[in-house]
């Protein structure tokens, strides 16, 4: 196993403690806080000193004598209180690249014991398009459900289906209104359904009876009238598989198609754990489980509603239940508007209360939303919620207008999936590039542009490395062994090196824009790196190959990173002249 430059300092470092028979628990680097004096630090020296009543320099003294014997360390000082800086020398620097650059993991870890992870993002509605709110959670799910992958999990996406709520009655009755009955339903496309349903909803808002109505047929729906059941599954079929061309553009992949209806027996049974659990009651004609409060004040949790109708909560609760039964996951993963965070608390309180989920980690990514110029929701020019296809759209005819005419070389078709590729990464980039956590403006004027902070900046340095690459194998130069022959190189292979603590890092906070912001500075390295340091034109032909490397090595790693960021990169970026 290839380890990394941080790693293999941290076995060194490691056997020193053991050496002088220190707790190897503080045996680790981290970059260093001051570049200027040190390529990585080590604080471990404070730690011990604080649990051994000692003094954290002596020790530290201790630890650099012991370093000092390796010639690996270039440079060790201790500065402060007890900080043990630490430079390499350029051929440790050197020989760790060429290894990192012949292993196909570029020398990330993976986990030492891998886990079952359930993914829950998507979340769409039957008869509802996918709009601008749907975005951010297939673009960091997606996302992360590729992080966990590549470390060496065993994912299953779900997409959870909004199948079974009042919506579904509110729609089967304003079908029955117009049509008198459900007989036409067969025929109805996505574009029927959803009309049927912005209609229902202006309706079920105005009028009581109305929305009595559509209340009493979800009930039946869900108590198995067959009727109502085999038109709902035209509703599901239709709808799934318009969101399923929309996922598919977004290249985000799910395992599982299930939906809330499939959850619909486990919510029996949770009622019935739950009872037999004592921890809930019936509180006027609701069956609900009161939280406990000491904490923080939480609304209690509706199991069954006073209508008989299970509520958004059990569903989630009976959920987790197959996920565990059924998928035996260690831990899931849902990836919702933050605005759920109550929502979840209560859920995963719930689960452990009646011991449905044990050991079984529960986690909620909330994201923030995409806001407009004005700080609001995002919303069309004419008032309206943003549909995600428009919104595509809209990207591709930005990034069309810098493309140039077709040719001999690039024909239209090349060029037609080279603007999708270029415009979902650039959506895609901006959604990933903030923390998740906070909402962003949606920038509609620079987010496709070729610099700056985006998606097809990243896509721009790759092909730029592809193209040099394609001429150095045309001049016969060919990659070699690395060296470190000047600063920038020397820069450039510290900051590949990070790559490893990177992920891990996206890994251990699910957070996709740890990977953004890394390769956004890597490709800026890069770019100072090769205008210092010549490729083409440098005639000691050992460093244009070493540099030839590293370019390479460059160009795996951005590409890796738009991997795991489930955004393309295209061989080719073309331009308008
Ligand atoms: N369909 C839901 C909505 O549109 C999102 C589902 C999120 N996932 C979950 N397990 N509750 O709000």
Redesign the pocket.
């Known amino acids: 196993m290839t380890l990394s430059l941080e790693n293999l300092i941290n076995q060194k470092i490691s056997n020193a403690f053991n050496t002088l028979g220190l707790d190897d628990k503080y045996a680790f680097v981290k970059i260093s806080d001051r570049p200027d004096l040190s390529d990585f630090q080590c604080n471990g020296a404070l730690a011990l000193a604080k649990i051994e009543h000692k003094n954290p320099r002596e020790i530290a003294t201790r630890i650099q004598t012991e370093l000092e014997k390796d010639n690996d360390f270039s440079h060790i000082s201790i500065d402060g209180p007890g900080f043990i800086n630490l430079s390499l020398s350029d051929d440790l620097i050197a020989r760790n690249m060429d290894e990192v650059a012949a292993d196909k993991r570029f020398g990330v870890a993976s986990v030492a014991k891998p886990k079952t992870v359930v993914m829950?993002f998507g979340?769409?509605?039957v008869a509802k398009a996918l709009h601008v709110g749907h975005l951010r959670s297939a673009v960091i799910g997606e996302s992360i459900r590729r992080i966990e992958q590549f470390v060496g999990n065993n994912v299953i996406s779900d997409v959870?289906f909004?199948d079974w709520g009042t919506p579904m009655g509110m729609i089967l009755s304003e079908i029955i209104r117009q049509d008198g009955s459900l007989e036409k339903v067969e025929n109805y496309t996505i574009e029927d359904i959803s009309d049927f349903y912005k209609k229902a909803n202006i309706r079920c808002k105005e009028d009581e009876a109305a929305k009595e109505n559509a209340r009493v047929i979800t009930a039946e729906l869900q108590n198995g009238n067959p009727q109502y059941r085999k038109a709902w599954m035209h509703l599901r079929k239709v709808s799934v598989e318009a969101v399923k061309k929309n996922y598919k553009e977004l290249d985000a992949h799910f395992d599982l198609w299930l939906g809330e209806s499939d959850a619909h027996e486990t919510c029996a049974k949770i009622v019935k754990i739950a009872a037999k659990k004592g921890v809930s009651e019936v509180d006027d004609g609701a069956t609900i489980v009161r939280l406990e409060e000491a904490n923080k004040p939480k609304p209690p949790v509706i199991l069954v509603k006073s209508d008989g109708g299970y509520s958004?909560q059990v569903t989630?609760i009976a959920?987790i239940k197959m996920r565990v039964d059924d998928l035996k996951a260690d831990e899931i993963i849902?990836v919702?508007?933050k605005r759920?965070s109550l929502?979840f608390e209560q859920v995963f309180e719930v689960a452990e209360k009646i011991g449905i989920a044990p050991h079984v980690i529960l986690k909620h990514v909330g994201f923030g939303t995409v806001n407009g110029s004005d700080g609001k929701p995002f919303k069309t020019r004419d008032g309206g919620v943003m549909n995600l296809e428009d919104l595509i759209a809209l990207s591709k005819e930005k990034v069309r207008e810098s493309m140039p005419e077709p040719d001999a070389q690039y024909d239209a078709s090349y060029i037609e999936n080279l603007v999708s590729e270029i415009a979902i990464g650039a959506i895609k980039f901006q959604d990933l590039k903030n923390n998740s956590a906070s909402g962003y403006i949606f920038e509609l004027d620079d987010f496709a542009k070729f610099e700056g902070k985006t998606g097809p900046y990243i896509q721009y340095a790759i092909a730029r490395i592809n193209s040099i690459l394609r001429k150095a194998s045309e001049v016969g130069i060919r990659s070699g062994k690395i060296q470190i022959s000047n600063r920038e190189e020397r820069e450039l292979a510290l900051k590949l090196a990070q790559l490893n603590s990177v992920i891990m890092r996206a890994h251990a906070d699910t957070e996709p824009s740890i990977l953004s912001d890394y390769a956004y500075t890597l490709a800026q390295t890069f770019s100072t790196f090769y205008n210092a340091s010549s490729i083409m034109n440098e005639e000691n032909k050992t460093l244009a190959s070493s540099r030839l490397k590293l370019a390479k090595l460059v160009r795996d790693v951005l590409k890796l990173l738009l991997q795991l960021l489930g955004i393309k990169a295209p061989e080719v970026m073309l331009k308008k002249q």
């Open positions: 829950d979340g769409p509605n959870h909004g958004y989630d959920t849902y919702v508007d759920q929502h």
